[in-house]
């Protein structure tokens, strides 16, 4: 019997990653329908997770994974956090706009934070929450990843997200750390679930 997992994201970045995470694991992942939103109401990256999962699993009758990320600037006091993906148009503005707000700051400390929330049509089974710190650039470096990647130096690399090969993107990512807690004590498409 096929087992399907829902991703309840239309952020292509976001999918990509997520299907590669996920491959292996017995489940058919799939994304969202290409008309599904969520508005994401909550104040913290665990919150808007929950409400992408639940919707996604309401609306398709499947198990499904929902995704909050963004970025969290020390200097900024955790800003844009929750609003990474509303803190412009695009990811050129956003970068644009988050270097602005950091011109002339000593503190580039940053985390990018995933929360993880697994669900099925009315209940939350598992949810989880990695990241990954690091410091942003004065200035965008590499072509690869999406959002804010180009801006984000991983210290113990010496290379931006953008930088980084799929491999090693995923090994040091705040989603793939996040992914891998949500696998462990996993069996071929099986989840350990919280009770």
């Known amino acids: 019997m096929m087992r399907f997992l829902i991703l309840a994201t239309n952020n292509q970045g976001k999918l990509q990653e997520l299907r590669r995470l996920l491959a292996g694991t017995g489940w058919v992942v799939q994304a969202a329908p ?51 993906a509303r803190y412009g148009r695009n990811d050129g503005e956003r970068i644009s706009r988050l270097l602005a707000a950091l011109a002339g700051q ?21 949810e989880v929450e990695a990241e990954c710190r690091g410091v942003i650039l004065h200035a965008p470096r590499g072509n690869g990843g999406f959002g804010y990647d180009p801006i984000f130096l991983v210290p113990e690399l010496d290379k931006t997200f953008a930088e980084l090969d799929i491999v090693e993107k995923e090994r040091h990512s705040h989603r793939g750390r996040a992914v891998r807690k949500l696998l462990s004590g996993c069996s071929r ?3 350990i679930v919280d009770h």
Not at 108 to 122: H, K, T, V, Y
């Open 106 to 126: 000593a503190d580039r400390g940053a985390r990018f934070i995933c929360a993880i929330a697994l669900a099925e049509p009315g209940r939350v089974l598992k």
């Open 34 to 84: 290409p008309d599904f939103a969520v508005e994401e109401t909550g104040t913290t990256f665990a919150e808007n997770a929950r409400l992408k999962a639940l919707a996604a699993a309401e609306r398709t009758g499947e198990w499904s994974v929902g995704d909050d990320s963004g970025l969290a600037v020390d200097a900024l006091g955790g800003a844009p956090g929750v609003y990474s």
């Open 189 to 191: 498409g099986t989840f």
